[in-house]
């Protein structure tokens, strides 16, 4: 499986940005889907994730209520709709995938990893 993020940028606080994550190589439309962030020198810290029909939907306490996570209609794809944007979302914001997640904030439990996709929020 490969997952292709996308969409960060730079964006001022009170913005919004929506990211992207593709995957290919086999279809994950049954997987766990979720996204991290690592800030500079610490470990990758979840922000949301989704179910493979997308019954079961989880945020982080920085993130609930701005942030939204769904899943495009072939299932392949998943999206971040970030709004209300602060300068602590500055990250690198990673997509993850596993077939079977049973603690859904823990890095360690997600098999296939994108690249990252680096957003800036200026104050």
């Known amino acids: 499986v490969q997952l292709q993020a996308s969409g960060g940028g730079l964006v001022q606080a009170a913005g919004s940005l929506r990211l992207s994550c593709a995957a290919s190589?086999?279809?994950?439309?049954?997987?766990?889907m979720g996204w991290f962030r690592q800030p500079p020198g610490k470990e990758r810290e979840f922000v949301a994730g989704?179910?493979?029909?997308?019954?079961?939907?989880y945020y982080s306490d920085p993130v609930k209520g701005r942030f939204t996570i769904s899943r495009g209609s072939a299932a392949n794809t998943v999206y971040l709709q970030m709004n209300s944007l602060k300068p602590e979302d500055t990250d690198v914001y990673y997509c993850?995938?596993?077939?079977?997640?049973?603690?859904?904030?823990?890095?360690?439990?997600?098999?296939?990893w994108g690249q990252g996709t680096q957003v800036t929020v200026s104050s």
């Open positions: 993850a995938a596993d077939d079977i997640v049973n603690v859904v904030d823990k890095a360690d439990e997600y098999a296939y």
């Open positions: 190589g086999r279809t994950v439309s049954n997987y766990f």
């Open positions: 989704i179910s493979w029909k997308g019954g079961n939907i």
